[in-house]
C-alpha cells in the first residue's frame, strides 16, 4: 500500500518521543531549527539544525529535545525506482548530513509550500506531493552531501548509557536466538536489576518489550521483501512457532501476518 506524506511541524516546547517506532517507508528528516537527540539502530547523537537524517524502513527510531522546527518526508518503497532507494540506504549509513549551500537553498525553496499547515481543501497541494518529493529526492542525488562528525551522546565507555547501547547492539544482532535477562547480564557483566533499571531508563521500554519490537520489525520486512513461509520467518525472527509468531503478530498489530502481507 502506497504512503507518500509531506509533514511540517513546529515545536515550541520539549517533546520527547515517548517510544522507539519503526515504519515501512523511507523517512527523510530535515531539522530546520533546534537540536534534537536522536536514536536509531543503536547509535544516539544531537543533531544541529540544517542537517538531514534518512530513516530507511524498519529502523527502530525515536527523537528527543526542546523547541525545534522541522519537515518530514515520508515515502513508500513503491513509489521509488531502483536507484532511489539505493540512493536513501546508502544516506541512512551516514547517519547525519549536511546539503552545500546551492542545493540547500534549492531543497528548502521546494519545501517552501509545505511549511504551514495544509487546509482540508487544499487539493492542488495533495495533487503534487509525489512531483514534490521526486524533486527532492533529485536534489539531494545531484548535491554534494557532507556527512556530519556526530558525537555520541555518551563517549565513556563505563557510562551506564554507553553499556545499554551495547546491549541494544547485542540485541539488534542476536535478535533470532533465545535472547534471556540470564544471557545478558552474563555478557555485560551486570545484576538483572541494574541492567533492567538502565535499560528502562535510557530506552524508555523493557529489555524483552525492546527485544520483541526488533523482531516484530524484522518480521515485518520479511513479510514485504520476501516470499519465505511464516515457518521460516519465524525461524529467522527468533520464535520458536509460526503458531506462536502468528498469535503474537495479531496481538500486536490486530492482522495475522498473512493478510498484513496481502494488505501492503
Not at 544482532?173 to 534471556?180: G, L, N, R, T, V
Amino acid at each position: 500500500m502506497s504512503f507518500l506524506e509531506i509533514e511540517y511541524r513546529e515545536q515550541q516546547m520539549t517533546w520527547n518521543m515517548a517510544k522507539l517506532q519503526s515504519h515501512d517507508f523511507y523517512e527523510i528528516y530535515y531539522l530546520l531549527e533546534g537540536e534534537r537527540t536522536f536514536f536509531i539502530k543503536d547509535k544516539t547523537f544531537t543533531l544541529q539544525k540544517n542537517s538531514i537524517v534518512v530513516i530507511s524502513p524498519f529502523q527502530m527510531h525515536k527523537t528527543e529535545g526542546g523547541a525545534y522546527k522541522r519537515v518530514n518526508v515520508y515515502i513508500s518503497a513503491d513509489l521509488l525506482d531502483e536507484n532511489e532507494r539505493k540512493f536513501l540506504n546508502a544516506c541512512s549509513s551516514l547517519i547525519a548530513f549536511q546539503l552545500d549551500p546551492a542545493k540547500k537553498n534549492t531543497f528548502l525553496a521546494l519545501l517552501k509550500p509545505f511549511f504551514t499547515k495544509a487546509s482540508k481543501d487544499d487539493s492542488l497541494k495533495q495533487k503534487y506531493t509525489l512531483a514534490f518529493a521526486k524533486a527532492l529526492l533529485c536534489t539531494l542525488q545531484s548535491a554534494t552531501l557532507k556527512p556530519l562528525s556526530v558525537s555520541p551522546k555518551s563517549p565513556v565507555q563505563n557510562d551506564s548509557k554507553a553499556v545499554i547501547l551495547q546491549v541494544v547492539a547485542y540485541i539488534n544482532q542476536h535478535f533470532q536466538e533465545d535472547i534471556s535477562l540470564d544471557r545478558l547480564k552474563d555478557v555485560f557483566f551486570l545484576s538483572k536489576n541494574t541492567l533492567c533499571k538502565n535499560f528502562q531508563r535510557v530506552m524508555n521500554c523493557s529489555v524483552m518489550e525492546y527485544c520483541s519490537k526488533v523482531r516484530l520489525s524484522k518480521a515485518k520486512h520479511l513479510l514485504l521483501t520476501t516470499d519465505k513461509s511464516m515457518e521460516d520467518i519465524a525461524d529467522l525472527c527468533g520464535y520458536s512457532s509460526a503458531n506462536y509468531f502468528s498469535l503474537l503478530f495479531k496481538s500486536k498489530t490486530g492482522i495475522a501476518p498473512s493478510h498484513y502481507r496481502k494488505k501492503k
